[in-house]
């Protein structure tokens, strides 16, 4: 793909997805405290693996968080965290309104002990030695943590153990039902998309997202899934010229020969949990779903159950909602499925 057709795709995505986004939050909606990784950008860029997280006593709560930036405690509604992954500790302290610590201190050295750990703040400091720019978390007797140093930077100095559950847990992998969940969503899908087969805008998608009448229970809103619907119906051929597919591969008929695809997909795998590179986006916990169509030349191996490969056979990402599922992404593999000339695909008919 060259790099221009790149700029395009990144544009109707973008274009899209910022008025999906627009569209699915409500006005007056709280903000969020599952950010990932409390907000930590080191943590969130290394995708770190986080072995304990502490809190604040008393800011262990959405509520107490709150209830703190109303009280002036924090400046945002944000846990104020140290997590610890490996030699390094992870931390969120800046919305406290009493914390001196440099603000741009939100990675540390951690040095394990047999009753707690210590963080160095001098970057020169090792552990093993006796620094004394450095702070100690002792355990206490009831399973917290005291930093006593902590003080004298403005910060709480007991902490409490409140690690995040799996972000996004798995459940047991069943084929069957997966298949009667695909089954019961497409037919929903394609249902929820008729409004848009004919001369669909985004002014359209605006209005029925502003009317109540959103796609939300098929597809994620401000997903991929989402931006791409949005470009597949109101720009199908830019859609196409953007992926550097040649003229001979324009579809006016994108979002109908998607329904047409899927309606005989089969699922034939999960590919585990999709790895999100875009941290706003890790919430979803989009897993892949390989999908495959009898007899059809567009069936690749599957791979192994819950590894996820690129290049191999199509799929699509869905989030669990209950016991449905929402649609999350289109995978390249599947629109090259989506794109190929019709005879070369037999699940998809002129």
């Not at 930590?40 to 959405?62: E, F, S, V």
């Not at 965290?81 to 741009?104: C, F, H």
């Not at 943590?145 to 798995?170: F, I, K, N």
């Not at 289109?330 to 070369?344: G, K, Y």
Request: proline share 7%; with cysteine.
């Amino acid at each position: 793909m060259s790099g221009a057709a790149r700029v395009l795709l990144l544009v109707v995505a973008c274009a899209a997805w910022s008025f999906m986004a627009h569209a699915a939050e409500p006005v007056d909606a709280a903000p969020s405290l599952d950010v990932p990784y409390d907000g930590n950008h080191w943590a969130m860029l290394t995708k770190a693996r986080i072995q304990a997280r502490y809190l604040p006593a008393g800011l262990t709560d959405d509520q107490a968080i709150r209830r703190a930036v109303a009280d002036g405690v924090l400046r945002e509604a944000v846990y104020p965290s140290v997590q610890l992954a490996d030699d390094v500790a992870y931390i969120t302290t800046n919305a406290l309104t009493a914390n001196t610590l440099d603000r741009r201190r939100n990675l540390l050295a951690l040095c394990p002990q047999a009753d707690g750990f210590q963080l160095l703040l001098d970057e020169a400091d090792r552990c093993g030695t006796d620094g004394t720019h450095r702070l100690r978390f002792e355990q206490d007797a009831a399973g917290g943590m005291v930093c006593a140093a902590c003080a004298s930077l403005g910060l709480p100095t007991h902490w409490e153990r409140h690690d995040r559950p799996a972000r996004c847990p798995l459940p047991v992998w069943d084929r069957a039902a997966a298949q009667r969940q695909f089954d019961a969503w497409q037919q929903r899908f394609a249902q929820d998309m008729q409004p848009y087969l004919r001369d669909a805008t985004e002014a359209m998608w605006q209005a029925r997202a502003d009317a109540g009448q959103p796609a939300d229970a098929t597809v994620v809103p401000a997903s991929r899934a989402s931006a791409a619907l949005v470009a597949m119906s109101t720009a199908p051929e830019a859609f196409a010229d953007a992926l550097g597919m040649p003229a001979s591969r324009r579809r006016s008929d994108l979002l109908a020969r998607l329904l047409d695809l899927l309606s005989t997909a089969e699922v034939s795998g999960r590919g585990g949990l999709y790895p999100e590179p875009v941290p706003e986006l890790e919430g979803i916990c989009a897993q892949v779903w390989y999908l495959q169509w009898p007899g059809s030349a567009a069936t690749a191996s599957v791979p192994a159950h819950d590894r996820y490969l690129r290049d191999s056979a199509p799929f699509i990402t869905v989030q669990l909602h209950g016991e449905e599922v929402r649609l999350a992404g289109l995978s390249r593999e599947l629109v090259d499925v989506l794109l190929a000339p019709a005879q070369r695909h037999d699940p998809v008919q002129d």
